[in-house]
């Protein structure tokens, strides 16, 4: 696997924080003394298991390096009847197939130990298998078709975690795949028919109010019902993208929850959502209810100009190289730019429609257009529900989000004499919760 994690750090899609995590794991078992102990360490140390001292002058501690988990844990046991106080580095250990957990299945109890449980996340690693299998067998697919998904070279299989679950799905889960693997050699590059490793996409931690917040700890996160109760799923979600949890941890402050939040200063959730809300929509209803005033129903069918097809072009480019990279705050950004970009367009090229003729109206409307439409594809992944209300008024089918004809204008997707649905005064696309007004 050292080979594999290698590999990884090479490779664009893949955070530091993943290849980082792993490798800490696959390190050789050492132990960490702090400095001012030292003499302590050296009046035992021949009673230890064999091992390397390594010297680290920058660092408030030295550390011991073991060939063996057997023997760190052994010098471990020593050097704390010793009162030398360390701590042990990641290193991989035996799975924890029991434990303590009420939730968890009922072990067989052994003579003379308390009753445990069984943990149940080692099923969690093939349980997306197991869903494949089962969802392709109650549509009447073949038994085998759930291997396009899971063992093809042609597909690909991304995961999506959290920073703590790196070990199970980054450490444990290549191996078991590994270990079903035919050939005799195990690898990380498996032929194709052999179960592919997934592409592991980890954030780092979300803190609720500066802290760490778990359902086993002391500090509760907030439930998805409560957060409804204040916001809009496509403004959630439009923060917490736009957090950059791929490099950091960062802490979600959400004012109605936060108890030190000032009564005049902005929510940081509603903030990141007022780009589609108050901007965007200003551009879609500007589009339409100037088209409606002076060309009726008529969707403009003449090509943007050269400028506006160029920068639709870079950003369609930028958002897709930092997609692919997962590097979804830079997304955010590039959508951030264009549609105020596009905002300034409109107030620059509309600001007085009456003084346009038709031919110069009509491209000017057309330039619109089509960075509504740029805009909408970006964003259809982030916010589905306006973006889909946005189409249903172009009275489009959903080849309109398809990346095989991501540069095309609207006409494009449209027949002859094609119309768009009325728009009503006032009518939002993008909307604020209820209790922001």
């Keep these: 696997m050292k080979d594999w994690v290698e590999e990884l750090k090479k490779r664009k899609d893949i955070r530091p924080v993943v290849w980082k995590t792993i490798d800490e794991f696959l390190k050789a078992p050492v132990i960490y003394i702090k400095r001012e102990l030292e003499e302590k360490y050296m009046a035992i140390k021949d ?40 701590r042990t580095g990641k290193t991989l250990v035996p799975f ?18 308390e009753p445990l449980t069984v943990w149940v996340w080692p099923e969690s690693l093939w349980a997306p298998i197991s869903f494949t299998q089962a969802y392709l067998e109650s ?9 396009n998904y899971w063992c093809s070279k042609e597909a690909q299989v991304i995961q999506f975690i959290g920073q703590d679950n790196i070990y199970f799905y980054g450490i444990a889960e290549p191996a078991m795949w590994m270990a079903q693997q035919a050939a005799a050699e195990k690898t990380a590059d498996p032929a194709d028919g052999e179960l592919q490793l997934p592409v592991i996409c980890a954030n780092h931690h979300i803190l609720f109010l500066d802290k760490k917040a778990s359902s086993s700890g002391a500090v509760k996160p907030p439930m998805a019902d409560d957060l409804l109760n204040y916001y809009t799923p496509e ?4 923060h917490w993208l736009g957090l950059g949890l791929g490099q950091r941890s960062v802490s979600f402050m959400p004012k109605p929850m936060n108890p030190e939040a000032k009564e005049d200063e902005q929510d940081p959730v509603v903030k990141d959502g007022l780009l589609l809300s ?98 909408a594809i970006l964003l259809h992944p982030m916010a589905p529900f306006g973006t889909e209300k946005l189409r249903e008024y172009l009275q489009l089918d959903k080849r309109i989000w398809s990346w095989e004809t991501v540069f095309e204008p609207l006409d494009y997707f449209a027949e002859e004499g094609h119309t768009l649905k009325f728009l009503p005064p006032r009518t939002d696309f993008f909307t604020r919760h209820e209790s922001q007004f």
């Design 235 to 238: 403004q959630l979600r439009m």
């Design 47 to 86: 009673k230890l298991p064999a091992h390397e001292y390594i010297e680290e002058p920058k660092k408030p501690s030295f550390t011991i390096q073991f060939d063996k988990l057997a023997d760190s844990d052994e010098a471990h046991r020593i050097l704390s009847e010793n009162g030398i106080r360390c």
């Design 96 to 113: 924890r197939l029991t434990g303590n957990i009420e939730w968890g299945v009922p072990a067989p109890t052994l003579e003379g130990e």
């Design 278 to 375: 108050n901007v965007y929509n200003r551009m879609i209803r500007t589009a339409f209810y100037t088209n409606q005033k002076r060309f009726g129903d008529k969707l403009p069918r003449v090509a943007p100009e050269e400028d506006i097809l160029a920068a639709g072009k870079k950003a369609v480019l930028d958002y897709e190289r930092h997609m692919s990279r997962f590097a979804f705050h830079q997304c955010t950004y590039v959508l951030d730019s264009y549609i105020r970009n596009g905002s300034k367009y409109m107030a620059k090229a509309l600001g007085n429609p009456d003084e346009l003729d038709d031919g110069q109206l009509t491209q000017a409307l057309s330039n619109l257009f089509y960075m509504i439409r740029i805009a």
């Design 139 to 147: 549509k009447g697919a073949d038994e085998n078709e759930w291997k």
